[in-house]
């Protein structure tokens, strides 16, 4: 919990930074240690102050008091107590503990999102979970990708400034920022990262300013944008054709886009390094025009119009089996993880049944078997999605939690429900086990809100003392998964 609580404030910090130019150069937020530092400057001008008072919620008469000149060490304002350093002549640092933090303070941090806040939901911030794939496209050459790990992004120009950071989500937006080196190019600074995607700003004398050399960007909720980059994981090579004027990586990753991810060409052939999360991708080229599969990778899958697709698979595999139906002539895997498709993954017989090795990234899906035509669910897996004339088998790669309701042993249907799954009443059904109800499921990093429908009554989970109320006065129960 404290965790959770310690990004959101660092969020906050940030964003009240990147929402407008620094005052100075000097860092005015920080948390460190568990506590909130900022930084006052008594050579500001009388605008400067009234920013940073509207960015921080201070007080601005405990500023004045502070800026005259105060000798005291603590200072009381909001029915909240700051510690007082003086540093010199003119700055002083305050701070105070995460723990002192008001209601009207977390209120703030919480009024846009009270359901479901998280530090990953935050413009700026990212789960890297839920990023599939990503392609770099800088205008100029000024992000290079070494062995290890390392990347070295280099801003062009600037040769005037006089001190240049950068800041992002990879050290969760730090005011102080990783300091940059200036070459006969611009600026540079080398990050060792794991490979992902990634905002970041630079901050140029004090000012922040989004990447201009970098065409991708986003909004960052705040009128202006964060520039992105990606730490590849995986090079594609086509050999040949170099005679091609144009050749296009295009896959299940990036929903089969035509012009996205144009390829470089080098002395063998094309290539094009990209981020690809872990799991099961299908992939082909567009080579001016025509496609066609990768001749180097013997990996592949019908594409449904007689043809294939080259596959591509990265991680542990998880093996499928449905067990017996022997005389079967036919047996196909589908799932939401490959869009239900009743032609793709033919599954291989086994001398118990059927069974097909599929690398699937952490998270929750649905799946059935078809034999010779007719849909199955696993009945090896009790685990199951109820969709009213049918259940879906249900499996969860790498749960991060586990729902768990004591007792009722005699009834016949228990389901757990909550902002995760939009207060479905059908999904997800639990299964007894040892006297116990269970469900284990895959959630990434925050708060959500749940509840067990008990054969239809709406129950409180009696094993979690943390619960919130609801527009029925009845209550939720809260859930905190931790990044």
């Known amino acids: 919990m404290r965790k959770i609580l310690e990004k959101i404030l660092i969020t906050l910090v940030a964003i009240m930074a990147c929402h407008a130019p620094a005052v100075a150069q000097e860092v005015l937020g920080k948390f460190e240690n568990g506590k909130f530092f900022i930084v006052l400057d008594n050579s500001w001008t009388e605008a400067q102050k009234a920013k940073v008072i509207d960015q921080y919620q201070l007080d601005s008469a405990m500023v004045a008091t502070v800026l005259k000149g105060t000798s005291a060490t603590e200072i009381k304002a909001n029915n909240q107590v700051w510690s007082v350093n003086k540093l010199d002549a003119n700055r002083y640092e305050l701070s105070k503990s995460l723990e002192s933090l008001s209601g009207d303070d977390w209120g703030r941090i919480w009024a846009s999102d009270p359901e479901q806040r998280s530090p990953l939901k935050e413009p700026g911030y990212i789960d890297q ?179 294939y697709n080259s596959v591509v698979a990265q991680g542990t595999p998880h093996v499928f089996r449905l067990k017996g139906y022997q005389s079967a002539q036919k047996v196909v895997l589908s799932g939401n993880f490959n869009s239900w498709r009743e032609d793709e993954l033919q599954m291989k017989k086994s001398d118990k049944g059927w069974e097909f090795p599929y690398v699937l990234s952490p998270g929750n899906y649905e799946y059935r078997f078809i034999v010779d035509g007719t849909w199955v669910s696993d009945p090896s897996n009790p685990y199951r999605i109820d969709k009213g004339d049918h259940d879906n088998s249900f499996l969860s790669i790498a749960p991060t939690h586990t729902f768990i309701l004591q007792g009722y042993p005699t009834f016949s249907k228990v389901v757990v429900s909550g902002t995760f799954s939009d207060w479905s009443e059908a999904n997800y059904v639990m299964v007894l086990s040892e006297g116990h109800w269970q469900f284990p499921i895959h959630l990434a990093p925050g708060k959500y809100h749940y509840k067990f429908l008990v054969n239809g009554k709406w129950t409180l989970d009696p094993s979690n003392p943390h619960f919130e109320e609801n527009e029925f006065g009845t209550g939720n129960s809260v859930l905190w998964i931790e990044d």
């Not at 062995?147 to 600037?158: F, S, T």
């Not at 006969?184 to 004398?205: Q, R, S, T």
């Not at 999360?277 to 013997?298: A, L, M, S």
């Open 129 to 307: 979970s839920t990023v599939l794939f990503g392609f770099n496209d800088f205008k100029k050459n000024s992000f290079f990708q070494e062995e290890g790990g390392a990347v070295r992004i280099v801003l062009q120009n600037k040769s005037k400034s006089n001190q240049v950071v950068i800041t992002g989500s990879f050290n969760n937006w730090s005011t102080e920022g990783i300091p940059m080196k200036r070459t006969a190019e611009g600026w540079e600074v080398k990050l060792i990262l794991k490979p992902g995607k990634y905002y970041y700003k630079f901050i140029i004398d004090g000012y922040w300013s989004y990447d201009q050399g970098n065409n991708l960007r986003e909004d960052d909720g705040y009128g202006n944008y964060n520039s992105v980059f990606y730490v590849s994981n995986k090079r594609f090579r086509l050999k040949g054709h170099g005679e091609a004027t144009t050749v296009v990586l295009t896959g299940s990753f990036n929903e089969w886009n035509t012009r996205k991810v144009k390829m470089s060409k080098e002395p063998s052939g094309w290539y094009a390094d990209v981020y690809l999360r872990d799991g099961t991708h299908t992939y082909k080229f567009i080579v001016d025009g025509n496609w066609i599969h990768d001749p180097e990778n013997p990996n592949r899958l019908p594409d449904g119009l007689g043809k």
